[in-house]
């Protein structure tokens, strides 16, 4: 069965520091891959997506990035932290258009 | 900054009740609609989907319909259990687009 993991759980973070958080998936090959943030009380925001390895598609412009250096390896970047970026960061994964994503249980990141 | 002090719809629902959550889209070329349990800390978990040539699915103690005519979309929970209390989040993509997920309704389920 397929399964996605998502690490660290939580990250506490000084302004201007750099971010990575990583996401893998298992159990399938080539997913689409999604990267979303969820404020306190809000829905989901899609910030990243991507079909294949090397291609990100990015939904809002902001200072995160993502990359895809393997099929089922998805990261989510800053060089610079900004106190706006905390939040619930959540990875997904689906077999393409029109199926359901999966997702794993976020990083709350909080920014000091 | 961000606003404070936002609030999602609540339902509050007795146990053994059915519970009903709506929710409305607003792009009618969505052909694709889906709906989501979030319990607190934790990422959005699949319940059921539905697509634009159904009007309504069942799963396990779930149904979806469907009204595209006036864009409506529900999720009828049967013999609701305090299990079932968290965010419920309903989300829509049209042909070839991500998911757009709405802003969420939380269920609260009491003895």
């Known amino acids: 069965s397929q399964t996605i993991h998502q690490w660290p759980a939580t990250l506490v973070q000084p302004v201007g520091s750099p971010l990575s958080l990583e996401c893998t998936v298992e159990?399938?090959?080539?997913?689409?891959l999604y990267w979303y943030r969820q404020a306190a009380g809000r829905g989901l925001q899609l910030l990243f997506y991507?079909?294949?390895?090397?291609?990100i598609s990015s939904e809002v412009p902001q200072n995160l990035s993502a990359s895809r250096p393997q099929d089922r390896q998805f990261i989510l970047s800053s060089k610079k932290l900004l106190l706006s970026d905390s939040g619930f960061y959540l990875c997904?994964?689906?077999?393409?258009?029109?199926?359901?994503?999966?997702f794993g249980d976020g990083t709350r990141l909080s920014i000091l | 900054g961000e606003s404070v002090g936002l609030h999602l719809p609540t339902l509050s629902v007795q146990e053994g009740d059915n519970s009903i959550i709506n929710c409305a889209y607003s792009?009618?070329?969505?052909?694709?609609f889906i709906w989501y349990k979030q319990e607190s800390g934790k990422g959005p978990q699949f319940i059921i989907d539905?697509?634009?040539?159904?009007d309504k699915r069942q799963g396990q103690r779930v149904t979806v319909l469907l009204n595209k005519t006036v864009k409506h979309l529900s999720l009828q929970i049967a013999a609701t259990q305090p299990g079932d209390s968290a965010v419920y989040f309903c989300?829509?993509?049209?042909?070839?687009?991500?998911?757009?997920f709405g802003k969420g309704t939380s269920l609260l389920v009491t003895p």
């Open positions: 539905i697509r634009s040539n159904m």
């Open positions: 997904a994964w689906s077999g393409g258009d029109n199926q359901p994503q999966h």
């Open positions: 989300a829509e993509s049209p042909p070839g687009y991500a998911l757009n």
């Open positions: 159990g399938t090959s080539n997913p689409n």
């Open positions: 991507s079909v294949g390895i090397g291609q």
């Open positions: 792009n009618s070329a969505s052909d694709y």
